[in-house]
């Protein structure tokens, strides 16, 4: 009995795995970076959405994932934000077979972020591939400091573990220390980040039609995010150029801006 059960989860998960395929090289095409993002019910997920969204310089859509109603996709289109409501109607996490008629039915060009909120939920979401290009696990303190014990696989699944609700920790008694420790692998997790800056970067220069990137700004005096740009930019065939007489931060960056305002005259 068991062989069985373990045979048919196989077949769902390679399935699954075959239309994310789809659904990431389709977003690709578009020049667009998928972003899914879980977490508990109420941890914030919306929240941080209509905030993070306001503040960012590109383009960006969401893909709402809940059971039953349209009230996240309702609240950010309110604010000009362009979401999609996907309804599960029982199932308790998004699967690629819904993202797949989702991105289908939207109109996506030029480039961006995608943000897919998937269905509230620490278990079976970390399971599933949805097409997305990095998982972002947002956790709030009111959840407990001892939810990476207890739901590992979204832990060790997360590129990136957003720390929201901060501002109630005055009332609770969330235990950073042991939170941290419970993220098990802490310098995967830094990898994992890295890596998703990286394939943002390739991105977004696809999404801008040209051929010549130069990396600047004080990100890029992180030696592991320069070279792995580089790298990645040079092996689809970019030019890259980034500072070498001067540092890549504000005082270069000013450098650089005085030099164009002397070339303007
Ligand atoms: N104090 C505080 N409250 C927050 C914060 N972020 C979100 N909230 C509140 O938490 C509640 C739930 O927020 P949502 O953004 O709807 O949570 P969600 O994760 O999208 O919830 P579901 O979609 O139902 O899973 C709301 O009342 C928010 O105002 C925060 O940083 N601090
Ligand atoms: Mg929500
Ligand atoms: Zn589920
Ligand atoms: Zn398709």
Not at 130 to 145: F, H, P
Not at 170 to 196: I, K, N, S
């Amino acid at each position: 009995m068991h062989v069985v059960k373990k045979d048919v989860m196989v077949d769902i998960h390679a399935e699954n795995d075959h239309v994310a395929e789809h659904v990431n090289g389709y977003l690709s095409e578009k020049g667009i970076f998928a972003v899914n993002l879980m977490g508990a019910p109420g941890a914030g997920k919306t929240t941080t959405l209509e905030r993070l969204i306001s503040r960012l310089p590109c383009k960006s859509y969401v893909i709402e994932g809940d059971i039953e109603s349209d009230i996240d996709a309702a609240r950010l289109r309110q604010q000009g934000i362009p979401a999609y409501q996907i309804n599960t109607f029982g199932a308790c996490h998004l699967d690629a077979p819904l993202l797949h008629n989702a991105v289908h039915n939207m109109a996506l060009d030029g480039g961006g972020i995608l943000f897919i909120e998937n269905v509230g939920n620490l278990v079976c979401p970390a399971e599933f591939s949805i097409g997305e290009d990095i998982k972002m696990l947002l956790v709030s303190v009111t959840d407990g400091s001892d939810k990476p014990y207890k739901y590992p696989l979204a832990f060790e699944k997360a590129d990136v573990i957003l720390l929201n609700k901060i501002d109630l920790t005055p009332y609770l008694d969330f235990d950073e220390g042991f939170f941290m420790e419970g993220v098990r692998d802490p310098e995967a997790a830094a990898l994992g980040f890295h890596q998703a800056v990286i394939r943002l970067a390739v991105r977004a220069a696809e999404a801008a039609g040209v051929r010549q990137v130069a990396l600047s700004g004080g990100v890029f005096a992180n030696r592991l995010l320069l070279s792995g740009c580089e790298e990645q930019l040079a092996r689809r065939g970019f030019a890259v150029y980034y500072n070498r007489a001067v540092p890549p931060g504000d005082g270069g960056l000013c450098l650089g801006q005085a030099y164009l305002g002397l070339l303007k005259g």
